[in-house]
């Protein structure tokens, strides 16, 4: 049997560090979205006696993806067969156009998109591999899920879908070349007080307001928020130009994802993108545009 997948990029609309737990995980509020614009992978799975997975990647950032047995795709794959007791084979076909290290979930989208895979192929419950996925990484589990826009709580696994319309904000993505750990990102912050806590809170709310009524980009935009920038910002001077760089090329609302590199700016109008893409383009950065996957 051959599966043909997309694998979606993410965006963080709103992400706050709420504490720190005794294993050393931070506890985290935030709000995913996912994005027209990812990657591709066939997934070949055949009955076998012995287990065998083999991986094969092109596409632009094929380059920089680790051996295959730290690939999360393929380690993925192993702890799935290992879990259900399952032997098989299979082949995964990737084609990477997600940069690794830009806060878009690359590699935790390739995992989560091939296990709801795995899952329907062998008609388990997603609830019985969540665990697997959590286990692999915080931001594995959102990708289980069909759902457009979830809030994540926990250290992004525990997920509530949000019933929200489709937004019209249309929306540029950019990668400034290179790439940022999320744990130094996490070891270099520190998590702000109770009273900071209490003065973002309410712009989450803004946000979420804003997608279920359907609100106009207005209504919501000055909602975004995202504790890491503090860090990111103050150490990747890549970063920090880029996002400086939307805001001198019209965007009014524009944002580092997750633990960056990557900086996102959402628009009202598609020429107003495509005007900042040509500047963008003219400084030499690569950007993509996209739009948030359609509400179910």
């Given at each position: ?38 990657d591709k992978i066939s ?30 795709v393929y380690r993925a ?25 830009a806060g878009l979930g ?191």
């Amino acid at each position: 049997m051959i599966y043909e997948l997309f694998s979606p990029a993410k965006i963080n609309l709103f992400l706050e560090v709420t504490g720190k737990r005794p294993d050393g995980y931070h506890e985290l509020l935030t709000l995913f979205a996912k994005l027209n614009f990812g990657d591709k992978i066939s997934l070949q799975i055949e009955d076998s006696e012995t287990t065998a997975v083999e991986l094969t990647a092109a596409g632009p950032h094929a380059s920089a993806l680790p051996p295959k047995e730290k690939n999360l795709v393929y380690r993925a794959v192993i702890s799935f067969f290992d879990a259900f007791n399952i032997k098989a084979k299979c082949n995964i076909a990737l084609e990477k156009n997600i940069p690794a290290g830009a806060g878009l979930g690359g590699g935790s989208s390739n995992a989560g998109t091939t296990l709801k895979c795995l899952a329907a192929h062998y008609k388990k419950d997603i609830k019985d591999v969540l665990p697997l996925a959590a286990k692999m990484g915080a931001d594995i589990p959102l990708f289980l899920y069909d759902d457009a826009f979830m809030l994540g709580r926990g250290i992004g696994d525990k997920l509530i879908p949000v019933k929200a319309k489709n937004p019209q904000a249309y929306i540029l993505v950019a990668w400034p070349g290179v790439h940022v750990a999320t744990k130094d990102v996490f070891a270099a912050l520190k998590p702000p007080a109770q009273k900071e806590l209490l003065t973002t809170g309410p712009k989450l709310d803004k946000i979420l307001y804003g997608l279920k009524k359907g609100s106009g980009l207005d209504a919501w935009g000055t909602g975004l928020f995202n504790r890491l920038e503090r860090v990111v910002l103050a150490k990747s001077k890549e970063t920090a130009g880029l996002k400086e760089l939307f805001k001198t090329s019209g965007c009014k609302y524009a944002m580092m994802s997750g633990s960056g590199s990557s900086v996102f700016g959402l628009f009202e109008h598609t020429a107003a993108r495509d005007e900042a893409a040509l500047k963008l383009e003219r400084a030499g950065i690569a950007a993509f545009k996209t739009d948030f996957v359609r509400c179910l």
